[in-house]
């Protein structure tokens, strides 16, 4: 089992950049395919997500060439830089960890108690 804790978000204007980091515990942390997701008003939301390893990244395409998802192993730390921001991305930011392959949303088990991100226009 592993617990999650997102930090970093913020009030930002658009065309900013913020950093999430998400802290995890556990000495199984470097198994796990990490992803971030949000959700504002309605459904949550696939972000982005790394393998394991850290070799291999997805995104969704609405954040692709804007966000860069990373992971320290040794810091038990995934995070997610955000850049270019727009009213769009505001949202409550959660990071989710599981097994398997890190591009199938059904295989984040554990979730951390999100982390909010404005950006204003």
């Known amino acids: 089992q592993v617990q999650l804790v997102e930090s970093g978000g913020g009030l930002v204007q658009a065309g900013g950049s913020l950093r999430l980091s998400c802290a995890a515990s556990?000495?199984?942390?470097?198994?796990?395919?990490m992803g971030w997701f949000r959700q504002a008003p309605g459904e949550r939301e696939f972000v982005a997500s790394i393998?394991?390893?850290?070799?291999?990244?997805y995104y969704a395409d609405s954040v692709k060439g804007r966000f860069t998802i990373s992971r320290d192993n040794a810091a038990n730390t995934v995070y997610l830089q955000m850049n270019s921001l727009k009213p769009e991305d505001t949202a409550v930011y959660y990071c989710?960890?599981?097994?398997?392959?890190?591009?199938?949303?059904?295989?984040?088990?554990?979730w951390g108690q999100g982390t909010q991100v404005t950006v204003s226009s």
């Open positions: 989710a960890a599981g097994y398997g392959d890190y591009r199938d949303y059904d295989i984040y088990d554990y």
């Open positions: 556990g000495r199984t942390f470097s198994s796990y395919a």
């Open positions: 393998s394991w390893s850290g070799g291999s990244t």
